[in-house]
């Protein structure tokens, strides 16, 4: 990093499909890489730990027989923060000098340990956990797996690369939690996700130019033969498919333009010079957390408090 410049990189790879260990060397491989090429930060697509449940959109939901076997699998190659994979990655990242966000799925291990969210992990270029966020709406049928993250992780991390946020997939779309990033200042904004339309293209854009941020998308490219024969779903899938997902990973700067990507139909590293010194030049005319934000008209919070299942009693007075 030279002064308010640095490289970013968005990881566009498949992961080792349900397979937790494979795939978490796999991004330690994909960390050292990115930062032997100079990249101050690595972004991994949604829930790249162990790998997106595509067969929610393809299994009847008749299947419960299918749909119980999956997620049986699915929580086995969870992750728990934190634990042996989470300590893999920190050592990585410290190793390398590199921060690192990581989509996963992350057990409830603060009750049930038997339901999932699906999480943004942050780490820092010291090997250190800064914090996560839990997608606050698991997008249609994805409610089959996912519980509902709550405001207590809509964190803005302050690193020597600026203030650094995210949401994932369509929580993008969600006008209050995009508010909620502005107004703590967000500078560089990742978004990894399950979506390669043009629609979340064109989305990807507006963000950067709404909030005067850089953004981060990044996706998996996926083939059909990154999932094992073994897995009766993939039957389920059209005759001769050979893309599960795209990709189309990208970087956009504040002006709503592509300075890396879109990239489609192979695994690769995206990089791209982030030059903070764009964000206030985008800002001079249309503020959205600023000039324009009108708090005498619009009244805006956030409940950042955390919502667990279970609370602690209060002991009883003597």
Same mark, same amino acid.
């Given at each position: 990093m030279t002064g308010n410049r640095f490289v970013a990189a968005a990881a566009q790879a498949a992961p080792v499909f349900? $397979?937790?260990?494979?795939?978490?060397?796999? =991004?330690c491989q994909l960390i050292k890489r990115a930062a032997h090429e100079g990249a101050s930060l690595i972004v991994f697509p949604e829930v790249f730990i162990a790998g997106y449940p595509d067969w929610l959109w393809v299994v009847p939901g008749a299947r419960k027989d299918l749909h119980t076997e999956l997620y049986t699998e699915l929580l086995t190659n969870a992750v728990t923060i934190p634990d042996q994979a989470t300590d893999k990655l920190c050592r990585e990242a410290k190793k390398a000098g590199i921060y690192v966000v990581m989509g996963m799925h992350e057990r409830n291990a603060e009750a049930s340990n038997a339901s999932l969210y699906n999480t943004l992990l942050y780490i820092d270029a010291n090997g250190q956990i800064m914090g996560k966020h839990r997608? %606050?709406?698991?997008? @249609?049928?994805?409610? %089959?797996?996912? !519980?509902?993250?709550?405001?207590?992780? %809509?964190? *803005?991390?302050?690193?020597?690369?600026?203030?650094v946020s995210g949401l994932i997939c369509w929580e993008n779309y969600m006008p209050l939690a995009r508010s909620a990033l502005y107004s703590s200042g967000t500078q560089v904004y990742v978004a990894p996700t399950w979506d390669s339309s043009e629609p979340w293209l064109t989305a990807l854009r507006h963000i950067a130019n709404e909030g005067g941020t850089f953004v981060? @998308? /990044? /996706? !998996? !490219?996926? +083939?059909? $033969? $990154?999932?094992?024969?073994r897995y009766e779903f993939k039957t389920l899938y059209a005759q001769g498919k050979e893309w599960i997902n795209a990709g189309n990973s990208c970087i956009v700067n504040p002006k709503g333009q592509f300075i890396a990507g879109p990239v489609a139909t192979k695994e690769e590293i995206l990089y791209a010079e982030v030059d903070l010194g764009l964000i206030p030049a985008s800002k001079w005319i249309?503020? *959205? =957390?600023?000039?324009? !934000? +009108?708090?005498? *008209?619009f009244k805006f919070s956030v409940i950042r408090e955390p919502h667990p299942p279970v609370r602690p009693g209060e002991s009883k007075k003597k």
């Open positions: 349900l $397979d937790k260990k494979s795939t978490v060397d796999k =991004a997608k %606050l709406v698991p997008t @249609g049928a994805e409610r %089959l797996v996912w !519980a509902r993250g709550d405001g207590s992780t %809509l964190e *803005v991390y302050d690193t020597p690369m600026g203030k981060i @998308g /990044c /996706c !998996a !490219a996926m +083939r059909m $033969d $990154d999932i094992p024969d249309f503020d *959205v =957390a600023g000039h324009y !934000a +009108r708090p005498d *008209v």
